[in-house]
C-alpha cells in the first residue's frame, strides 16, 4: 500500500505536469506521474491532436517518459484531471499500465476524494500477448 505522503508527492507531480496539458480541442486538462521503484517521478500531461487519433493521455505521456529514461519498475502511477471531479484512466491507459506498470497502484484524486488502486483491479483480464495464460487460455 502506498504511504499517503508518497501519494501526496505524486499526486503534486501529477498537478504541476497537468499545468502543460497540451489541450485546445478538449479544453480537458490531464496531469499525470509516474513513479519508478529507483524513486525517479516522471510526470505526463495529455497532448492532443489536430486529428483527434494521435491524442495521448496524460498517464501513457507519463509512463512511456519513465520507460524512454530507463524505468522498467514503474510502481504508482498518479492521475488528476478538474479539481472538482475524479478522474479515473481511459481503458487504453489502464491496457498500458498492464503491461508496463502491472504491479502499481493507482492515485486518483478530485472532487474531495482519494481513490487508490491496483492495475488489476482497474483491468482483470488485460489483452496478454506474450504470457502463458495469454497463449493457453485466449
Ligand atoms: N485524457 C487523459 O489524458 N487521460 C484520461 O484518463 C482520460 C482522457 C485526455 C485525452 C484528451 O486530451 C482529453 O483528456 C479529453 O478526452
Redesign the pocket.
Known sequence: MLEAHVADELLAAARQARERAY?PY?N?A?GAAALCADGRVFGGC?I?NGAFGP?V???RVAMFSAVAAGCRDIRAVA?VGEPERL?T??GV?RQVMAELAPEAEVVMEGGGERLVMTVAELLPEPFELRTERGRTTR
Do not use: K, M
Open positions: 489541450a478538449s480537458f490531464v495529455n492532443e491524442t493521455c496524460a498517464e492521475v478522474l484512466p481511459c491507459c
